[in-house]
């Protein structure tokens, strides 16, 4: 397998379409293990802190509307 070193030099050859086809697998790619690791994190229930904040800030008459 390729060192990052290689890799980034490989990058860096790359035609401007190619480079920026690239750019938006890398993006794709970034927001498809951000969507799963959000995903996770509310099935195991890491992020039900922020339901209380929000129900408490309701409760306050402090929640806005958007």
């Excluded at 790359?14 to 938006?24: A, G, I, K, N």
């Excluded at 509310?42 to 129900?55: H, M, N, P, R, T």
């Amino acid at each position: 397998m390729p060192k990052v070193d290689e890799i980034k030099e490989a990058i860096e050859a790359l035609p401007e379409e190619d480079y920026v086809q690239l750019r938006r697998w890398f993006s794709e790619k970034d927001w498809q293990e951000w969507d799963r690791q959000i995903a996770a994190d509310s099935e195991s229930g890491k992020l039900d802190f922020l339901i209380k904040e929000a129900l408490d800030e309701k409760t306050k008459g402090q929640l806005k509307e958007l």
